[in-house]
């Protein structure tokens, strides 16, 4: 019975204060309930204090919409525009303010006291690409044995570090030892969102020289009937080289212009090239005797 009486009870009290319901668009058009607003124009002028209907009938003759964009003033304030372009922007400068926004983080990479030149060159390439994309880094060394008694081979291999990557960062901590540690901290000399607009244009650079599969088909096309295509036929000689002359052709005309009877033509045989040698079939040679003697 108790349990049922707080049922009710909280059921009651739900329903006499509802929960408060966010907004997260502002409210347009007929969503507006208020009787009158102060109006501001497409252009930023302000218009004055009208009634709602009144504002609604302006933003449906301007073919724009009616958006309410301080619901708390006393009367709020309603301008007229292009919602579907105002949402649009809006959302594409918050966007760009997230790609812009500087999240540094804290990269870390650890040494050994006696490390390899190799790997000392590899682990310093790693600590460069960090800065230069933004970040910090958190270098440690890690002693081992005897090697705690030596702090100060640790300090001189940070400091070498530090002097490697100076152009890219700077010791935002100085080296310190903690335990079987040490550790020191490196800053950036770019800040993250510098480093990201960086980066971005040389992608697009990059993406700008770099062609698609149909520009370069079409490119080898081009390039391919460049070459097969026919040369240019030469002009003709004129007719004063290579016609002959009146009296070129007197002297060169036959005496007899009757057709002379065409003489039998001689077919002649060109000697055909000798055949080389048939090889001669080798002789079976005779089995040779085994070394072993047969028992």
Known sequence: MLRAEAFLRSRRSTDEFPRSITISEPRINDRIRVPEVRLIGPGGEQVGVVATAVALKLAQDADLDLVEVAPDARPPVAKLMDFGKFKY????????????????????????????????????????????????????????????????????????????????????????????????????????????????????????????????????????????APAAPEADATPTDTAPSDTARADTAPADTAPAAEAPVKKTTTPSAPKPPTPRPASPRPPRPSARPSR
């Open 89 to 228: 922007e809006s959302d594409m400068k918050a966007r760009e303010a997230r790609r812009n926004q500087a999240n540094t983080a804290l990269k870390e990479i650890r040494f050994r006291l006696k490390i390899d030149p190799h790997d000392y060159g590899t682990k310093k390439g790693h600590v460069e690409r960090f800065l230069s994309a933004g970040d910090k880094v958190k270098v440690m060394i890690m002693f081992r044995g005897r090697e705690q008694s030596r702090p100060e081979m640790g300090v001189r291999l940070l400091q070498r570090l530090a002097d490697d990557v100076s152009e890219l960062g700077f010791v935002e901590s100085m080296p310190k030892q903690d335990g079987r540690n040490m550790t020191m901290v490196l800053g950036p000399v770019k800040k993250k969102a510098d480093a990201k607009s960086e980066q971005r244009k040389r992608s697009a650079e990059v993406n700008a020289q770099r062609k698609t599969k149909s520009e370069v088909k079409a490119e080898a096309r081009a390039q391919q009937g460049s070459e097969t």
